[in-house]
């Protein structure tokens, strides 16, 4: 079958691989329909993290159930199903309380908890940029969506990106009719503003510094800040009488930087301990890693990201971070969908066959405009 790999940084390639198989009996392998390129791969592909050479990427995977193994039972073949990024178990400690972005079980890699699909550290699991996909624990972690091809570019963010937005809010605490800061108005950012949104925000502010994606960010009624303009935390606190906002959404993560490009792991962190009230919330779903060569500082290079803790603390905040557990709000956010609530297809800008993904990489990864979300269709000609 034909997969994208990584080669090294910057560099991926479309090449062929053994098929994916049914190996464990509680496996099945899914027809991948849709497969998104995310902002948590352009981590790898810039060479910011220790994956290995040849490895499928691949997390954010829809499409139809093309086998089972003998222990399925729920899923069936010709199911249309999302795959959440994370791979769980399902009956460890951490699953069972709904943390699946945590399960003991499903990563043999030392001293980490959490698997994912095609990603450094999560795993041996080859990911979903490829026509097919090998699912563990099927019955687990495979999500059932309606039949046919209705709501694609709207389900194909339920593996990721929705839920994981959506995780931002609620890791702040969000209540209706709070003031929501959102730093990052890549996909994931966008995603949390849609789903503060959904869920009652008086107001959402947004902050990036390419006006393509404020723009999308204003297209659904938030407000966009363009830190190119000016410090993002004056012009939020002079938009809410110098009050600050409720809570807060790191949607970023460890490449935070300047209006110039200069990198400052630290730099949204303290923004947002400076711009959400005290005893408000702030939800770091932005990826922060233990160890970063690339780091800007010695301290980052070990995972130390100097932020105002102090402040943090005066000001009696709190702080949730993570990786989403997905099945934790992958059916509600469906359900939405279905019921013409949520959107979240509305950053999309590109579909392309597999063979578009060295293109699209590219692309995405430079912020190129209006490069906001890409799609591949592995099915679909080149
Ligand atoms: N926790 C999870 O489960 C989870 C899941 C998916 C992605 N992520 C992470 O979320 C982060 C964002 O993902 P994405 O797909 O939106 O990526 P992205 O790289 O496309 O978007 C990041 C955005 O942040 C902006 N930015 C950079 N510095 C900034 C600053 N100082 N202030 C405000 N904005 C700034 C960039 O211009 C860019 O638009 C990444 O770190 C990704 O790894 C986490
Ligand atoms: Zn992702
Ligand atoms: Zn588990």
Not at 27 to 35: E, F, K, L, N, P
Not at 77 to 87: A, Q
Not at 192 to 204: E, F, N, P, T, Y
Not at 299 to 313: H, I, N, P, Q, S
């Amino acid at each position: 079958m034909r997969a994208v790999v990584y080669r090294g940084p910057f560099s991926v390639e479309v090449v062929d691989v053994p098929d994916a198989t049914v190996v464990e009996p509680t496996d099945a392998v899914v027809r991948i329909t849709t497969t998104n390129i995310c902002g948590s791969d352009l981590h790898m592909y810039e060479g910011r993290t220790s994956v290995e050479e040849g490895k499928v990427l691949g997390h954010e995977n829809m499409g139809i159930v093309e086998a089972v193994g003998p222990a399925v039972t729920r899923i069936q073949v010709g199911d249309r199903v999302s795959v959440p990024f994370n791979i769980a178990c399902g009956t460890c400690r951490n699953c069972l309380t709904g943390w699946t972005s945590f399960c003991t079980r499903t990563n043999p890699t030392e001293g980490m908890d959490g698997a994912a699909y095609g990603y450094a550290n999560m795993g041996p699991y080859d990911g979903g940029q490829a026509e097919y996909l090998r699912v563990p624990f099927a019955d687990v972690n495979l999500l059932d969506l309606p039949a046919g091809t209705e709501h694609e570019n709207d389900f194909t963010m339920l593996s990721d990106i929705f839920p994981t937005g959506w995780h931002g809010t609620e890791l702040a605490r969000q209540a209706p009719g709070d003031d929501v800061a959102v730093f990052g108005a890549g996909p994931v950012g966008l995603m949390a503003a849609h789903s503060a949104l959904i869920r009652g925000a008086a107001r959402v502010f947004v902050v990036d510094k390419e006006p393509d994606r404020l723009a999308l960010a204003r297209s659904i009624g938030a407000i966009g800040i363009n830190l190119a303009e000016g410090d993002p935390v004056e012009q939020i606190m002079d938009a809410t009488d110098g009050r600050g906002t409720d809570c807060g959404v790191e949607a970023v993560g460890y490449q935070a930087h300047d209006a110039a490009g200069e990198e400052h792991p630290e730099l949204v962190l303290d923004n947002l301990v400076k711009v959400v009230r005290t005893t408000g919330g702030i939800g770091v779903v932005g990826v922060y890693v233990p160890q970063d060569p690339g780091a800007a500082n010695e301290g980052a290079k070990e995972g130390r990201v100097a932020f105002d803790y102090g402040t943090f603390f005066t000001k009696g905040q709190h702080m949730g971070t993570g990786q989403a557990p997905v099945i934790r709000y992958n059916r509600q956010l469906r359900d939405l969908i279905i019921a013409g609530r949520a959107t979240p297809g509305f950053i999309v800008s590109h579909e392309l066959p597999l063979d578009g993904a060295v293109e699209g990489y590219d692309r995405f990864d430079k912020r190129e405009d209006g490069w906001t979300k890409v799609l591949l269709h592995p099915g679909q000609a080149a």
